[in-house]
């Protein structure tokens, strides 16, 4: 997953940035909420009819101005729902509600790469979360990888004791280059005059080397690695690696969640859906461009979870510093935002750290989530101000419940699937699945999907649909159903063997056939004078009859088959004697 061209030890520039970016300064907006003051005269019920038509609550209201603070729907732009009402004729004044800080401001180091060639941590906004922490030291980030050189001036005053899962062995050497470079992007030492500045200044790596020179890594290995960093200590864990489904890993990465630990991987590098599915155990990272849009070169799909920029500078293995690009990079990016939010609430969950991450991130792309960025970039400075409880976390799912088709029912063609879903936020999506694997989905509401039941075989499937809110909350709700689009006409064929035309009847008969369906034939009947004497359900359907209630002389023997359908099929006539 490694793209990279040497910057070698070149001259350093010596201009210097004279501001950052305006987003790191601009005035924030409080999200789901806003301010509005009505026209002197409007009653309380137009206030509230207003109020629903932009799925507003009042939660409060500022006594002596009679302003009231409304909340709305999180993935709402207050912005634009405060233009629609001035011109509603009935209001006042409406705006957004902001937030202020202390008197402090965005925080730039001095290190002379970030200065001049760092721009990809400005684009997620990282000064804008130094100012509240630039790290904890107890927070621990494992790097599993090809190890990590600890000697270079931006990773020696960082990197703890740690373990090779290949030898087993306390040797952490670099073998390759890329573990230590994933490193330095992540927590290398910052604002201190030196190299490059990282997401998590202050905090720890622990390097776990599981790959081998090449960068191929077995699951057992990285499996063992996730092991070892749950087990001593490391909240955070790196898989710069594109990781699949597996129990093995997933075991390791379900106990690391369970101590409250986090792990991050790459999407990958191909520029193409890999079809993996969504994996709940790990948080998925695809890369951006300079734009903060989806970058071609990354992977997409229903894993991925968040994106990083694509592209970075990093310290390297001899001490030097160079450019590199791939989701390998963007990775450790979240996982240093992750490290920061842990830094100033060590309390979250895993899943609370993941959702803080996903409902903070900057969504530039298609609105809600998206297979290409996932829930948007990630935001450190939003990331950081969520998890010290100035923005609010969403953790509800959506309630769900598919309304049609019923369990049990039957279906054929194409079949409308109908749902009632709801959620206080909102739902913004609904994915639909046939005995797991995903048909279709449908991005606003009423969520009616139309499922094309002939790619479906017939017989009993499980219908699974999955409803997401504009914070990434998902709910859930399955039935199973019985597909039956074939319709069989054709009748099977059957021809006697035995007993033979003009043979003469034994005491105890054996009427043997031969038959054929193009499905199956279920059972068979022997008529002798057209009385029913006797009949099998079973292959190859030898049917046993005594002949000692029939009269002396000829009769007319004749056999029936019938598929499951009902279809039936009669052979032809044999004449025997009594």
Same mark, same amino acid.
């Given at each position: ?7 070698? $030890? ?59 603070? #409304? ?16 011109q509603s004729g009935d209001v006042a004044f409406a705006e957004p509600d902001h937030i ?14 970030? #200065? ?33 050189? &600890? /000697? ?5 005053? @960082? ?21 230590? @470079? ?26 776990? $080397? +599981? ?23 490391? $909240? ?23 101590? &409250? ?6 999407? &990958?590098?191909?520029? /193409? ?22 970058s071609p070169n990354s992977n997409y799909g229903q894993n991925v979870d968040i994106a ?30 992750? +490290? ?54 969403? %953790? ?12 049990? +029912? ?8 109908? #749902? ?57 709700? %399955? ?36 038959? %054929? ?12 004078? &057209?009385?029913?004497?006797?009949? /099998? ?8 009859? %005594? ?32």
């Amino acid at each position: 997953m490694l793209t990279t061209h040497k910057a070698g $030890r070149l001259c350093l520039l010596t201009a210097t940035i004279a501001a950052l970016t305006a987003s790191a300064f601009a005035q924030e907006i409080a999200p789901g909420r806003l301010l509005v003051k009505f026209k002197s005269g409007v009653s309380n019920a137009r206030a509230a009819e207003i109020q629903a038509s932009i799925s507003g609550r009042e939660i409060k209201r500022i006594d002596g101005i009679d302003v009231r603070v #409304l909340k709305i729907p999180e993935a709402a732009d207050p912005r634009a729902i405060a233009a629609r009402l001035k011109q509603s004729g009935d209001v006042a004044f409406a705006e957004p509600d902001h937030i202020a800080h202390g008197a402090q401001s965005a925080t730039t180091p001095n290190d002379p790469w970030f #200065l001049n060639w760092q721009p990809q941590l400005r684009q997620i906004n990282c000064p804008a979360a130094w100012q509240y922490t630039t790290g904890n030291l107890n927070v621990v980030i494992a790097i599993i990888d090809t190890g990590v050189n &600890g /000697s270079i001036p931006d990773l020696s005053p @960082k990197v703890m004791p740690g373990w090779n899962v290949i030898n087993n062995s306390s040797d952490t050497s670099d073998v390759n280059g890329h573990g230590t @470079k994933v490193a330095a992007v992540a927590a290398a030492a910052s604002n201190n005059g030196v190299g490059v500045a990282s997401v998590a200044w202050n905090c720890k790596v622990m390097p776990i $080397r +599981a790959a081998d020179a090449n960068m191929d890594a077995y699951y057992s290995d990285l499996a063992n690695g996730v092991m070892y960093a749950a087990d001593h200590g490391a $909240r955070i864990v790196n898989l710069s690696f594109l990781v699949s489904r597996d129990s093995t890993l997933e075991s390791a990465l379900s106990h690391l969640m369970a101590g &409250g630990g986090i792990a991050f991987c790459g999407a &990958g590098n191909y520029g /193409s859906d890999t079809g993996e599915p969504q994996n709940p155990y790990i948080v998925t990272v695809s890369g951006t461009g300079a734009d903060s849009q989806w970058s071609p070169n990354s992977n997409y799909g229903q894993n991925v979870d968040i994106a990083a920029p694509y592209t970075d500078y990093t310290a390297d293995m001899e001490g030097g510093y160079t450019a590199v690009g791939g989701t390998s990079f963007s990775t450790p990016m979240v996982a240093g935002a992750a +490290a920061l939010v842990v830094s100033v609430n060590p309390g979250l969950t895993s899943t609370q750290i993941e959702k803080i991450l996903e409902q903070s991130a900057t969504d530039e792309g298609l609105a809600g989530w998206d297979p290409y960025t996932g829930w948007g970039q990630v935001n450190v400075g939003k990331a950081v101000q969520m998890a010290l409880g100035t923005t609010p976390v969403d %953790s509800t799912p959506p309630t769900v419940s598919i309304t049609s088709p019923s369990t049990n +029912a039957q279906v054929s063609g194409i079949t409308g699937v109908y #749902l009632s879903a709801y959620d206080a936020n909102g739902v913004d999506s609904a994915y639909y699945f046939v005995d797991g694997v995903q048909i279709g989905q449908v991005l606003a509401a009423p969520f009616t999907y139309s499922w094309d039941t002939t790619k479906t075989s017939d017989g009993t499937h499980t219908l699974t649909v999955f409803a997401r809110d504009p914070s990434g909350n998902t709910g859930q709700t %399955s039935v199973s159903v019985t597909v039956r689009n074939f319709i069989d006409t054709i009748a099977p064929t059957i021809t006697i063997t035995s007993p033979t035309a003009g043979s003469r009847l034994s005491k105890t008969v054996n009427t043997t056939v031969v038959t %054929s369906d193009n499905v199956g034939v279920v059972r068979t009947a022997t008529y002798l004078d &057209g009385l029913l004497v006797a009949s /099998s359900t079973t292959a190859p359907f030898t049917m046993q009859w %005594s002949d000692r209630t029939v009269a002396s002389g000829l009769h007319t023997l004749q056999c029936k088959a019938y598929d499951a359908a009902g279809n039936c099929g009669v052979s032809a006539s044999v004449s025997v004697r009594k």
